[in-house]
């Protein structure tokens, strides 16, 4: 049997019964069916079911079945059940919001599945990766990721890297040439493997396997870890929770113990104390982190950022630097060619001879060494060589045809490294390389130069002068192209042909900056978080833009790439603060930069869109693609997709992830601040039973269930989800190191506990004295109702009067929630003698109300005057 590298592409081509022109529709279609997706096999996914079944896994949950069983032997039967289903309750609130949860990350990832550019019915189209099916013919060029095993059919200066699935990490060259012996994976040249990224030119290959009869499908095992790593958020809250769990405990036991003292009632104070566990156990706090988390990262999808690991979402509001590339992420990257430079003159795009020798070469460079194309009203390819079809469009020159006219038959492609190219086309029966690229770049390979129909030796007074109409050109903002072309007998070109070259000309092209960016620029500086710009333009250029829209101010320091390579790291080290502008960087530049931040004790956020991008964003703290240009290896790379490539979606992101941290905090607060309260008030009357009897236990157990587990987890949430401001933007951005609870927070948290306790102490208080069963009723109610209320105040720092009662809507619906829940127990006999709940008249419910509202009350006045 042979191997598909073994056979050549005709072989191939028949033996998947496919073509050149690729599989018809109805053909992919029938396969896709017959195959399969073109996907990697999942760890399985818990179900439903299971979901529901771990809710019962928590300790304090197994405490409460233990205290249910303890109920219905002691003969509360009442009790016992209530406690059941209170538990399933709990549960099933637990589980939707986990299967939330989970279908928001998948939806985040569908929309980051790779996509890839298939020829069906002879079409080019780009389909999502998944509908890849066997005997498709892909194309892929250099910034592509490989999502099947193929067989190439055709390659230009193709490099793939495959370490993925071999180790290497060079990238190998690839061709079409057939193998006669059996080889390994790692050599065999002639195919392209599912998970490798096409690091340089381009090919087209035939699908020969998909999904898990793919080499990395063989070992996708060790791929197919679960993904759902804890953030370091969620591990510090954990062992916070888990500490607090433990305190409490023990509180419970002394608790237990003073109880039993005074009261001599075993069950009673058994029960008692477990009840105490639960409502002092702040249950929500683990699970809330990826509720708010997962909600936030929706909120980040409608803002036109896709989070793909929702850990980021946390990391994203602590950013302090955003590193961003210029073309297209701070401008539009919608060239127009202003003017031309040829034969020694600057003339308009229109005033071009093309009898002209020089501006006749100019434009076959601008047209031949292209590959973008207007077809109707669609635009296909690179903005910058798009601007030169468009010029080419001016002279009636159609720019398919003109490429059938001057065949290409070898090339070099663009790589932001050398930043230019080379085609090898047939003009007039001569082989001509003509290349374009960085004026700077291209002048150190001109040896001639072509002025009013002559070509002679370039001078240095030549160079000076073309390097000033650069220069002028730049200063303006302007992005400059230069071109020259060598007359060859080669048939296919190497690098070293890129050379003795005879200079032509240069257009001017200008690219405005979005207008989005300057608003941003300001409110990123704002906000304490220093944009810089970092790009393969021109170091002039770059500094012309960058000052328009405020990265680059007086005082600041623009440098290039070579400049930064020459520079020590300590001396990059003390200047880094004034660099705003890195030009002519290459893409392992972007790497220096990102560290020299990082070892400042920076978070970093760097944009990136191309090939070789990949490393600079995994070792960003947050690294952002480009959705639109983006190439899908820096996809695969980065944390955040940009869906609209523009910076102001970055700053709007980092808003929204201070949000998120901010909402975070809130909820925890929230729940800590209720459940310590409830604590307070128990701790008060066990000491005070030690002098009076009359000092019963101020709760049944029966209602911290239901306010533990009930009416505190919706309210939770719904601070998780408040509307952002960019308030969070007066302040400086998070230290990273600093813990989400800090002493300032704590502070409030025992200050809000603090008066939340004393109202429901009063409210026991006038219990007592209003007879048995009143002192629970109201130091139930009104920590319930208290709790309530609180839900505003924890919205945010801000008082209501600023923020508004009405502007965060699920803080209202689980309000009312609540209260129905609260009233059904006050007004329905049946269910408040299971809550142990009084009859009260409309006094006594004005008191307790009156009671609930007043920590609230204060606590929104200390705001406005803080606010003052
Ligand atoms: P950024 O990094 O901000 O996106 P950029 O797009 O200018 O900036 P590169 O794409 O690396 O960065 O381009 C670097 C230089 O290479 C450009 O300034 C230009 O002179 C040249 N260049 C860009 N595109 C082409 C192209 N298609 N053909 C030839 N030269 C090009």
Redesign the pocket.
Known sequence: MKYFYQKDSEEILSELETSNSGLSENEAKSRLEKNGLNKLPEAPRPSAFQIFLNQFKDLIVLILIVAAVISGFTGDHESSIVIIIVLIINAILGTTQTLNAQRSVDSLKQLSVPKVKVIRNGVKQEINSEQLTVGDIIEFEAGDMIVADARIIEASSLQVQESALTGESHAVDKTIETIEDEVVVGDQTNMVFTGSQVTYGKGRAVVTSIGVATEIGKISELLNKATTSKSPLQKSIDEFSKNLSIGIIALCIVVFGLTYISSKDFGGAAMFAIALAVAAVPEALASIITIVESLGSQTLAKENAIMKDINAVETLGSVSIIA????????QNKMTVEDVYVNGKLLKPDELSLEDKASKMLMDTMVL??DSFINGDQKVG?P??LALVELGRKYNIIEQDYRENYPRISELP?D?VR???STLQIVNNEKVMLT????D?LLKKCSHILLDGEVRDITKEDIDQILVQNYNFAEEGL????YAFKVTDKEQLTFDDENNLTFVGLTSMIDPPRVESKDAVEKAIKAGIKPI??????AI??RSIARKIGIFQEGDMVIDGITLENMTDEELARDLEKISVYA??APEHKIRIVNAWQAKGKIVGMSG??VNDAPALKQADIGIAMGITGSEVSKDAADMILIDDNFATIVKAVTVGRNIFTNIKNAIKYLLTGNTGAIFVVIATTLLAFFDTKYVVPFAAIQLLFINLVTDSLPAIAIGTEPGTDEVLKQAPRNPKEPILTRSTFTAILIEAGLIAIAVFIGYYIGINTGEGYATTFAFLVLCLARLFNGFSCRSDLPLTKIGLFTNKNTIIAFLIGITLVSIIIFIPAISSIFKVMSLNGIQILTIVGLALAPTIVVQVIKIMKNR
């Open positions: 961003s590339d210029k073309t297209g992420t701070l401008t060494t292209n690179d910058t060589e663009f932001s930043k230019f190219m374009k690229g960085a004026t770049e992005r400059v192209l230069g710009m970092i790009t393969g333009d021109h250029t770059a002519r960087v869109d191309g």
